[in-house]
C-alpha cells in the first residue's frame, strides 16, 4: 500500500525542504503521513473549488505549489479565506502539501516549465545558492534564434497564454532571455548583470520599471500566469515516480481555475475632463 510519506519522500528527494526561503511554509501541512493514500489531486493553490475537487474524486491527499498560509494564525472561525478551507479539509480529512520556494529552488523546478514554454537552451541558475549551480534562484538561457522586441513579446503571450503584458521596453533585438516565476523584482539586477536582453517575472510594481533603463526589455507577464504549468511540472514529476497509481487512476490534475485575478477590458474615454 502506498502511504502519503511515499509522496512526500519522494517529493523532497527532487525539491528538498531546505531549499525553501525562510518566509515560506512548505511540507505537510494538515493530515498524517501514516495515511494510506486513496489517491492524489494535484493543483497550483488550495481553494474550496479544489477541496472539492478532490472530494468528488475521492482524494485525501492535495498537493500544491502555493503554501495556503505563510504567518502563524491564532483561531480558525472560518471567517476568512485561509480558515475556511483548512476547517473543510481538516473535516473531509484532506492532507494538504506543498511544494513552494524549494521547487523554485532546484534546477529542474518552475522556472525550467517557463523555460521550456518559452523555447530556452542552454539554460541554467540566474542566480545560484553554491558553486555546483543546481540550486537557486531564477533561470537564464537563450532563444534559438534572435526575435524583435515586438515578436518576443507576442511569444511570451503565446507561450503563457495570457493577452496582459506590462512592460519596459529594451534593446530591439532579443536573444537572451531570464525568467523567474511568480514574484522576481529581486533578480533585476541579477539579470542585467548576467547580459539578460529580457527579464519576464511578475508582479513588479511601478518603480521596478525604471530600473533597466532601456538595457533590458522587463517584462510583467502576471503571477499566476508564470506559475500556472507547476501543477503540471509537479503532476508528470509524481506519475513517473509512482506509475502504478497511474495504472490505478489515482493521480489527478486539477482541471479548476484558481487565478484569483480577473480582467476588465473596457474602453476608456480619453477625451479630457471639463470643468463645470
Known amino acids: 500500500m502506498t502511504a502519503i510519506a511515499d509522496l512526500i519522500a519522494a517529493f523532497d528527494r527532487w525539491a528538498p ?4 526561503e525562510s518566509y515560506d511554509n512548505v511540507g505537510l501541512h494538515t493530515g498524517q503521513p501514516t495515511a494510506t493514500l486513496t489517491s492524489a489531486l494535484v493543483a497550483l493553490e488550495i481553494t474550496e473549488t479544489v477541496l472539492d475537487e478532490a472530494h468528488e474524486l475521492g482524494a ?23 480558515s475556511r478551507c483548512l476547517l473543510l479539509a481538516l473535516e473531509r480529512r484532506i492532507a ?7 521547487l523554485d529552488n532546484v534546477s529542474t523546478g ?9 523555447g530556452l537552451v542552454e539554460t541554467r541558475i540566474l542566480q545560484p545558492r553554491d558553486s555546483t549551480g543546481q540550486t537557486g534562484a531564477g533561470l537564464i538561457g537563450r532563444l534559438p534564434a ?8 507576442q511569444h511570451v503571450r503565446q507561450q503563457l497564454q495570457t493577452r496582459l503584458l506590462r512592460y519596459a521596453p529594451g534593446p530591439p ?14 533578480l533585476i539586477e541579477a539579470a542585467l548583470q548576467a547580459g539578460a536582453d529580457a527579464f519576464v517575472t511578475g508582479d513588479l510594481t511601478h518603480h521596478y520599471f525604471f530600473e533597466p533603463q532601456g538595457r533590458m526589455l522587463l517584462v510583467d507577464a502576471g ?24 495504472a490505478q487512476n489515482r493521480l489527478h490534475l486539477s482541471s479548476r481555475s484558481t487565478n484569483p485575478v480577473q480582467l476588465d477590458w473596457g474602453a476608456v474615454d480619453s477625451s479630457p475632463e471639463r470643468s463645470s
Do not use: M
Not at 113 to 118: K, V
Not at 227 to 235: N, P, R, S, V
Open 17 to 20: 525542504p531546505n531549499l525553501a
Open 60 to 82: 485525501n491527499l492535495v498537493i500544491t505549489h502555493h503554501p495556503l498560509w505563510f504567518r502563524p494564525r491564532k483561531h480558525l472561525r472560518g471567517d476568512d479565506f485561509v
Open 96 to 102: 494538504l502539501f506543498a511544494l513552494h520556494t524549494n
Open 110 to 118: 518552475v522556472n525550467s516549465r517557463i523555460g521550456r514554454r518559452l
Open 146 to 153: 534572435p526575435l524583435s522586441e515586438a515578436q518576443f513579446r
Open 173 to 186: 533585438v532579443i536573444e537572451r532571455v531570464a525568467v523567474c516565476g511568480g514574484s522576481g523584482s529581486f
Open 223 to 246: 503571477h499566476y500566469e508564470t506559475e500556472q504549468f507547476t501543477a503540471e511540472l509537479i503532476f508528470e514529476y509524481l506519475c513517473a515516480q509512482f506509475p502504478q497509481l497511474v
